[in-house]
């Protein structure tokens, strides 16, 4: 069964950069959508965007549009989550998810990536 | 932008049964998922396509969506155990957008 191994827990300060990673454990990676969802502390789930590595095509949920950079490498089956200049705000856990379906669920999650930014 | 909408929390006595309610625009038009969240893990599909269980889901967690129950989809776990004591998320999409509903803390008690 397809796995979604995130990369590990990362600690920055306001305005740095940051691109954590998020690796497929097959060739069938290629094949699916795959999303990114925040859960701040204490928070709900809330969805930043998708992508489908097959082409790169990517689409942002509105709210995350400029905030936030999706891309993805399909020769090394992952898929990335990157930001230009962190926020304390942006604190949060971060979980890539693969989409079954158009429109669908996300069947297989990640194990999470705890971004934390403090001065 | 679309919102769903779930109660913040649901109790229920262990060996009950626990219904969970999510309500959106249209909702009853699209397909509803339903995810599980426990303390410290990633969340874990339960339901999809309004009805579906993913293999290994036991039989007890079940799910509804119509139009004709006023656009609500709706998560019912029979004879619910302390072990079913978790977040749960409702999530559908619009406009190519996920959703996700704000969370209910299922509290077995």
């Known amino acids: 069964e397809e796995q979604l191994v995130q990369s590990g827990a990362e600690v920055k300060k306001p305005g740095e950069s940051l691109k954590i990673s998020c690796k497929g454990s097959?060739?069938?990676?290629?094949?699916?959508?795959i999303a990114w969802v925040r859960q701040m502390p204490g928070r709900g789930l809330e969805y930043m965007g998708i992508i489908y590595p097959g082409d790169s095509e990517t689409k942002y949920s509105p709210s995350f549009q400029g905030q936030v950079t999706i891309s993805a490498d399909k020769s090394t089956s992952t898929a990335y989550l990157q930001w230009s200049s962190l926020k304390a705000s942006d604190t949060a856990m971060y979980y890539c998810a693969r989409l079954l379906n158009q429109d669908d669920a996300f069947d297989i999650w990640g194990q999470g990536t705890m971004v934390t930014v403090s001065s | 932008s679309y919102e769903l909408t779930q109660p913040p929390s649901v109790s229920v006595s262990p060996g009950q049964t626990a219904s969970i309610t999510c309500s959106g625009d249209?909702?009853?038009?699209?397909?509803a998922s339903w995810y599980q969240q426990k303390p410290g893990q990633s969340p874990v599909l339960v339901i999809y396509e309004d009805t579906k269980r993913p293999s290994g889901i036991p039989e007890r967690f079940s799910g509804s969506n119509s139009a004709n129950s006023g656009n609500t989809a709706t998560l019912t776990i029979s004879g619910t155990q302390a072990m079913d004591e978790a977040d749960y998320y409702c999530q559908a999409w619009d406009s190519s957008s996920g959703v996700f509903g704000g969370g209910t803390k299922l509290t077995v008690l």
């Open positions: 249209k909702l009853g038009d699209k397909y």
């Open positions: 097959r060739n069938s990676f290629t094949y699916y959508w």
